[in-house]
T-cell receptor
């Protein structure tokens, strides 16, 4: 069974600092890995999707890397802003459609 | 365009009552998913619909849970004889075709509280 772990569980940084969020998974047989953002009381917003054949994806201040063989992904958020405060979820897609999610990292960016 | 919508946004019910949760996927999306997010736990897959194929119900936690999708669009998740452990946020997602390159688009969720 696929296990997805996110470290740290919570993170608090001053505005302007770069954020590094880690995700690890136990089964490397995945189609893709996706990073989501969840705001309190809201649904999930997809940030980046990395296919298994890719090493990284970038969108604006966000960069996600994927090392499938070692079962790791890292989400980097450059020059953090208070609006980046949210819970970030990592999800892997194995050889079917069922996403396996980590428990998330709750980020607080202090102004 | 419009995203995935869910109703109600919040539902409080008494133990033993039945509840229905509704999901309207993005127009044209053939794949629809239900997930559950319980307090202190990650999201867990419940059920998957793809076009006219038989749904994958392997994630439903008990036979009190059922779901249907009418006309390949709107889906309803029904929980019978609710229990306190059913309290959670129920999230619906849709994707264009359910393939490996699909991005799943999530709705805002329904927060269910069973007293």
């Amino acid at each position: 069974k696929q296990e997805v772990t996110q470290i740290p569980a919570a993170l608090s940084v001053p505005e302007g600092e770069n954020l590094v969020l880690n995700c690890s998974f136990t089964d490397s047989a995945i189609y893709n890995l996706q990073w989501f953002r969840q705001d309190p009381g809201k649904g999930l917003t997809s940030l980046l999707l990395i296919q298994s054949s890719q090493r990284e994806q970038t969108s604006g201040r966000l960069n996600a890397s994927l090392d499938k063989s070692s079962g790791r992904s890292t989400l980097y958020i450059a020059a953090s802003q208070p609006g980046d405060s949210a819970t970030y979820l990592c999800a892997v897609r194995p050889n079917d459609y069922k996403l396996s999610f980590g428990a998330g990292t709750t980020v607080t960016v202090r102004a | 365009g419009a995203g995935v919508s869910q109703s109600p946004s919040n539902k409080v019910t008494e133990k033993g009552k039945d509840v229905e949760l509704r999901c309207d996927p993005i127009s044209g999306h053939t794949a629809l998913y239900w997930y559950r997010q319980s307090l202190g736990q990650g999201l867990e897959f419940l059920i998957y619909f793809q076009g006219n194929s038989a749904p994958d119900k392997s994630g439903l936690p008990s036979d009190r849970f059922s779901a249907e999708r009418t006309g390949g669009s709107v889906s309803t998740l029904t929980i019978q004889r609710t229990q306190q452990e059913d309290s959670a946020v129920y999230l619906c997602a849709s994707s264009p075709w359910g393939g490996s390159t699909d991005t799943q688009y999530f709705g805002p969720g329904t927060r269910l509280t069973v007293l």
